[in-house]
């Protein structure tokens, strides 16, 4: 297995690694919106959903260990390409100028997903390991975007979504060596519509679920 | 009649590789709009010589945009700010009267500065020798168009052995990535069949050679591609990153 640690440890192993994780929470983010969408049907819609997913039983743990792990390897992969390139460079230029390469997103990685990090875990706090012995999920929900605090936070926390997302779909496709003149253009239009769907989607539900239901 | 423009240079000036560098101002006077920004270096050189100081040391070779010999990052950009162009070809009509113009060196862990302007790109040429190569055995040359290659894979292949190494792409790359450079050497040889035997070994080879030097990593911001005097693509880069997955989990070498 030594061959697979040098191909994986070298820069574009790693780089890999960020690609496949990367794509996966796309892919998450898919469903989890699919599922979010019952919020919009109404109480029992949303109750029901959430009902039926924890009916799966061990298969949603499973799931959960699957997530648990690739964000494992997508952070501390990402944390040592930050630090490497960092270190790259040991005396910075005194002048800065972007030659027009970078975007919002590119510049912004590591810190949009260290804010990510973040803002996971407090969600995760929030709504997964709540107490759910005397409210329902939708109570949860309901009671924490009654708070101007909490709506602020997640709004904030999905347009750190989008902005990482808008530079990490076509990024990842790159990585995987899938840049052909015929679908690139495809490619990076395709990123910057899923990247506003998460600011926009994601973003919407706490102004609907404070101002609206 | 020439016109002719006044400008202020920050100049870094550094004595040795591990002594502290500063930028030193200098007033550049009457420096006419034809002179290459070479040329006017070289008359701010020839000043500072005759009253006795060290001129700024700085790398050039053929002054025609095609030895990768020249470059240092002017105002922030790698080779100043025209595209598709090299320092030497930089003129400076593209100037304007009053302006102050930073002059760095490329700044990456494994471009060591030698003296002001100066730094060691010998890490490129050990990257070369990590993979950059084809091996033929001696022989009678193969007749003419023996081997069909299509029009398409040799303008790709010429576009890709377009780069001079000269550096640039380190020097622009928020990462110090050398990945630009690396991609166009892989894939000048991956493109045409003298390179597809080795296909797999140089694309580890190259790649682990860089990571060894102390390259950073790339993260796709492209400011490789908008800064390289030579204009090449990052389709280079996914054509590496293709050819070193495929070495890596597909060929037999380790």
């Known amino acids: ?191 910057v519509v899923f990247s506003l769907l998460v600011g926009a989607g994601f973003g919407f539900i706490p102004i609907y679920i404070s101002l609206i239901a | 009649m020439t016109k002719t423009i006044n400008i202020t240079l920050k100049v870094w000036r550094q004595f040795g590789p591990d002594v502290k560098g500063r930028l030193e101002t200098y007033q550049a006077k009457n420096i006419s709009t034809d002179m290459s920004f070479l040329e006017m270096l070289d008359v701010i050189n020839e000043q500072l010589t005759l009253e006795g100081k060290d001129p700024i040391a700085f790398d050039h070779d053929c002054r025609e945009g095609i030895c990768g010999m020249c470059g240092s990052v002017v105002n922030g950009r790698a080779h100043g700010p025209e595209k598709g162009t090299t320092l030497c070809q930089l003129h400076m009509r593209h100037f304007s009267d009053g302006d102050t113009v930073v002059i760095e060196p490329w700044r990456s862990r494994a471009f060591k500065i030698i003296k002001d302007l100066v730094v060691d790109r010998s890490a490129f040429d050990q990257i070369i020798q990590a993979g950059g190569y084809v091996s033929v055995n001696a022989g009678g040359a193969p007749d003419g168009n023996a081997v069909p290659i299509s029009q398409e894979n040799a303008e790709k292949a010429m576009d890709a052995a377009a780069c001079i190494g000269c550096g640039a792409c380190v020097a622009s790359c928020p990462n110090a990535s050398a990945m630009l450079f690396v991609s166009a050497k892989v894939s000048q040889l991956a493109l045409l069949p003298q390179g597809k035997p080795e296909a797999a070994e140089r694309a580890l080879a190259m790649v682990r050679k860089m990571d060894d030097l102390g390259f950073g990593n790339c993260t796709n911001e492209t400011e490789c591609e908008a800064d390289c005097p030579k204009e090449i693509s990052i389709v280079n880069i996914a054509r590496l990153n293709r050819e070193y997955l495929k070495a890596g989990f597909l060929s037999s070498v380790i």
């Not at chain 1, 973040?118 to 949860?140: E, P, R």
């Not at chain 1, 997302?165 to 060596?177: D, E, I, P």
């Not at chain 1, 003149?181 to 990123?191: A, D, Q, T």
């Open chain 1, 1 to 191: 297995m030594n061959w697979l640690k040098n191909t994986l440890g070298s820069s574009v192993g790693k780089k890999l690694m960020m690609a496949l994780t990367g794509l996966s929470f796309c892919g998450f983010l898919t469903v989890h919106f699919a599922g979010n969408l019952t919020l919009f049907r109404g109480k029992d819609a949303f109750n029901g959903y959430a009902g039926h997913l924890h009916s799966l039983g061990s298969l949603i743990t499973f799931a959960e260990f699957i997530l648990l792990s690739l964000a494992a390897v997508h952070v501390l992969t990402g944390l040592t390409l930050f630090y490497q390139n960092l270190s790259a460079r040991p005396k910075r230029y005194m002048v800065n100028k972007s030659a027009g390469g970078r975007t919002v997103g590119s510049q912004t990685m590591p810190y949009t997903g260290l804010l990510l990090l973040a803002f996971i875990i407090f969600h995760i706090q929030n709504f997964h390991l709540a107490d759910k012995t005397h409210q329902t999920i939708y109570d949860i929900v309901s009671n924490s975007f009654a708070q101007p605090e909490y709506v602020i936070v997640y709004i904030l926390a999905m347009i750190i979504a989008a902005i990482h997302v808008s530079h990490g779909f076509w990024s990842a496709f790159q990585t995987l060596g899938a840049n052909h003149p015929k679908y690139m253009p495809l490619i990076k239009s395709v990123g």
